[in-house]
């Protein structure tokens, strides 16, 4: 064996998995139309909190534990990626179709799977004559591009700072909605 050749080329790694679906539901929705907003991960009260209509007393805010950097005046890790919509909306006139992905920090302990920091992409569109139906059919073409032919539901829910509010489901893409470990025997994803 010569021990002078050079070594065989090694693979310097791969995409990470949330990476991979991010940028495939991105891609998705750019395909209709959306455009992709960033903003800041570390926020001040007004973005995160008061222009989304979630004054000190909201009970949203008690829901979710906030990282605070500093007090008087707020600054924070932002607990949902609404703060990037209301940047945009700042700076851009209607009609108006963005996505915001990114990570958002909240002290969640809901369970033990639960983390601070996890992924969220939140969409916006505003423009005239825009309705529910609307959202519930870019809600069925973004669950069958990303996970082939599925059936949606959406259930009224309560959110305290939405509304109307709905949770959505999404047929097991394991079992195809006959129920099985994965999906806790539902047939349903929420």
Known sequence: EDLTRPAFPLGLGARHPISLVKNQIIDIFKSIGFAVSDGPEIEDDWHNFTALNL???????DMQDTFFI??????????????????YM???????????????????AVSSRSHCIFHQIEGLYIDENVSFADLKQTIQFFTTELF?????RMRPSYFPF???????????????????RFCKGSGWIE
């Not at 004054?55 to 805010?61: K, S």
């Open 70 to 87: 500093e007090t008087n005046p707020d600054v924070l890790l932002r607990t949902h990626t609404s703060s990037v919509q209301i940047r």
């Open 55 to 61: 004054p000190e007393y909201h009970p949203a805010r």
């Open 148 to 152: 082939g032919k599925s059936k949606i």
């Open 90 to 108: 700042e700076q851009n006139e209607p009609p108006i179709r963005i996505l915001s992905p990114g990570r958002v920090f909240r002290n969640e």
């Open 162 to 180: 939405t509304e109307p509010s709905a949770e959505m489901d999404v047929t097991c893409f394991k079992c195809h909605g006959s129920g099985c």
